[in-house]
């Protein structure tokens, strides 16, 4: 009954470890999903700066390079963020069904467990 108890006690703390691990894979994909739409609306300033900037016909073309390559490094930026999302997201899906497997898990010794005290129990009304 102690094995039980104890192995039921070492999935909580795994769950406990899995589910502070979930939070902080939540926490970097809110950070990834905020530092996109940040670079978004970065971009879509930057391409609004770029339209104006081309309208008058004496733009320069050293204007147009550094607007060219400010859109390119948000562009770059803005993948990298996608992909860190990516990443997150599929952490927290694996997180989210380790703490099934292991809800389950700890169901299942729970049940073990009530089982076997009323086996016990049983067995020691039995006795004379």
Do not use: W
């Not at 609306?41 to 607007?67: K, T």
């Amino acid at each position: 009954m102690k094995v039980i108890e104890s192995r039921a006690q070492k999935d909580e703390e795994k769950m406990e470890i899995q589910e502070i691990q979930l939070k902080e894979a939540k926490h970097n994909a809110e950070d990834a999903d905020r530092k996109y739409e940040e670079v978004a609306r970065m971009l879509v300033i930057i391409e609004n700066d770029l339209e104006r900037a081309e309208e008058p016909a004496g733009l320069s073309e050293g204007q147009v390079r550094r607007l060219e390559e400010q859109l390119r490094i948000m562009d770059q930026t803005l993948k990298a963020l996608m992909a860190a999302e990516d990443k997150y997201s599929q952490k927290e899906d694996k997180y989210e069904e380790e703490i099934k497997v292991l809800s389950d898990k700890l169901k299942e010794a729970e049940t073990r467990a009530e089982f076997a005290e009323k086996e016990s129990g049983s067995c020691q009304r039995r006795k004379p």
